[in-house]
């Protein structure tokens, strides 16, 4: 059993499915029973960037399965604004829990973090690298909803470029068999070339397209994204883009019957509200999934099996 859950290209499609069935378990567990699971035990909730999601389902996990947490939501609210190192509060804060949930805005952060601490930590998102947890509980969903995953036709929508969800679910999705990827982006956010590579040559295809009707008429999954302005280095450039998509119940009309909107959340115009109506939406219950998938992640960081 891994020590951490960092990156999704650490993890093999059999532990994947380990983290799947868990998520099962527990969900299908009463709620009375769920919270005797792991009395005692502390989750140091580590939020060097905003969050809603993540955060609150962590902590709300944790809360329901009997332990308790601490924690922070912003850095200045903590001695990093006083000028204390990274290393030395992650050094701090293991000695008060038994395991770390981090987010930062730095890529690579939560994996020094796992280097340098003796507990188990979970990246809760670092930069544009990776969101692991929130590709469990994507893929959580979509098992979920359409009764598999490989074999799936699934779009990307939006920032492809700096989106950590996205890079960390196609790389997952990869493993599950799903070979086929429509990319809808804006030029200056398409995906990075290095997310198409594989050992396979030739067995994924990449469509990249400017044109979001193509991949609402062809797909199973259409994975909508938000263009992330705290990611930009220049504002000029992402007043160019921010509106680039925007989905509505009208466009839908030619969509498969079976197809799930999904995003990871938060919206800011990407989704018309009208959307939310619609037998496609499937946002919101994926981040109900948010509570059962890092139940799982916390059970079995914190070596407990069902
Ligand atoms: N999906 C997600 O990471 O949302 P938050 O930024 O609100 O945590």
Redesign the pocket.
Known sequence: MRKDLISMEDLEKNEIQEYLTMAEKVEAMPLEERVKLLPGRIMAAMFFE??????LSFESAMHRLGGSVIGFAAKDATSVAKGESFTDTIHTVESYSDILVI?HPGEGTARLAAQESYLPVIN??DGANQ?PT?TLLDLYTIRKDLGKIEGLKVAFVGDLKYSR?VHSLIRALMKFNVTDFTLVAPETLRLPEYFMHSDEPGRFRFHETERIEVAIQECDVLYMTRIQRERFPDLVEYEKVKDSYVLTAEMLSEAKDHLRVLH???RVNEIAYDVDNTKFAGYFPQ?RN?VIMRQAILLKHLGVTL
Do not use: E
Request: no cysteine; hydrophobic share 20%.
């Open positions: 905003p969050s809603t999601r993540t955060r987010r809760a998102g969101h929130q969800t990871p959340l938060p981040a948010g």
